[in-house]
Each structure stands twice: as structure tokens, then as C-alpha cells.
């Protein structure tokens, strides 16, 4: 089933342009990534799915819901972007109220099972402005799983977490993934895109130049790794 749809998408910012044309289809049960080297419109991308970024062109639909007529769709999605930025007086147990009040929806059982996955439990009570960046870092990741949304936007998920932290979230991205949910994420980790993403998506210079599974995307440049088959595509690319 098809969770977001996008068609036609265009942004410049000045005569800089992000995003070009692009269209793609995202579906539930897969993880998508969505790579591409420094300035080629990942981040752009996913904003322009989250409504943080107004395209000049094209629609964005997610459950079929057009992101332009209103924000009811955001109660479907998840987001974990890859920095955190909380206001530096409240505290975590703080924050998951305030969350929950706006959402209109209380998963403390979810919330108590996610901070005690992630080891937070010693600093709920915390200002944020406190804690260390991969601390916060985790409490973003609680916020992006606690309401189980339909759709998780995760960029750059992993960044500044610890070893524990990042396998434990790479499995409850799995686990959504076997929910049928939809996970699209950035990383500039290779190894841990192959061992996420059923599917590449690939920009260059805000195109959409590959888009493609896995596997099929080794094969069809004999490589062994995500790692060689991405760079020996952007070898060609940016030649």
C-alpha cells in the first residue's frame, strides 16, 4: 500500500535548486533510504514530506492526505531529525507531556518501554540543556516511536548515539517494518543502510538519479557492498 506520494516536486532557494522535478512513491512494510552526497536535497526532501518546507512546485501526499490542505496528517508521522533541539528548561518527562497533550494521545506504557530501552530513565527529570547530545539524541528517537505513527522520518537516526543505543534502534526500525509500517530514512552509513533498506533512492543535484532495491543495485554494478556500489555510482555521477 502506498503511504506518500510525491509528484512532481520542485524548491529552489534564490537561484539555488534543491529539488527538481522529483516524483516517487513511498509504500508501507519498507524502509526507504534516501541517500545522495552532501547538498543533493535529502533534507529538503523529507521537510517538504513534514510540512517544514514549502515546495515551489508539485504535491506532496501522505496517506492520502495533500500536505498543502492541512497539518491532520502529521498525526501519522514520527520524526526523528538529525539534530535535537528541545527547549533547554524543560525536562524529558516534561516534553513527553507536552507532546502527548498536543497529540491528544498518552502512550505512557510505550514511553516507560522505550526510555528504559534506551537508558534514560535517570534523566527524565533533567533540563534538557543538561544532558549530554547523545542523551538527547535518544529522547528524540522515544519521541519518533512512542505514538507509533504510521510513517517514521528518521534522518541521520543514528548520529551521536552509542553502539547500544544505535542497534537497539535499528531493531525497533525492523520491527516497524515488520508492523507494515513505513520507515524513510538519510544516513551517510552504508553498512547501516544495507542493513536497514529494502530500497535506494538516490539524489544528485536535486534529481533523482537511482531508485532501486538493494540488491538489484549490487548486482548492477558488480559489487559486493552498498558502500562500492554507491560510490561507484557517484563516481560516474560526478565525474
Known sequence: METIRIENLSKSYGRLRVLNKIDLSVRAGEVTAILGPNA??????L?????????????????????????????????????????????????????SDIRGIHPEAEVHRLTKLFKVEDFMDRPLGSLSGGTRQKVSAILALA????????????????????????????????????VVLTSHIMSEVEELADRVVLLIDGRIKIDSTVGSLKEKTDSETLEEAIASLLEVELA
Open 40 to 45: 543533493s536535497g535529502k533534507t529538503t526532501l
Open 147 to 182: 505514538f507509533e505513527p504510521a510513517v517514521l522520518i528518521l534522518d541521520e537516526p543514528t548520529v551521536g548515539l552509542d553502539p547500544v543505543a544505535s542497534t537497539r534502534l535499528k531493531r525497533e526500525i525492523l520491527l516497524w517494518k515488520e508492523r507494515k509500517r513505513t
Open 47 to 99: 521537510k517538504c514530506i513534514l510540512g517544514l518546507v514549502v515546495p515551489d512546485d508539485g504535491e506532496v501526499y501522505v496517506n492520502g492526505k495533500n500536505v498543502k490542505e492541512g497539518y491532520s496528517y502529521r498525526a501519522d508521522i514520527g520524526y526523528m531529525p538529525q539534530e535535537a533541539s528541545f527547549p533547554d528548561n524543560l525536562t524529558a518527562r516534561d516534553l513527553f507531556k507536552l507532546i
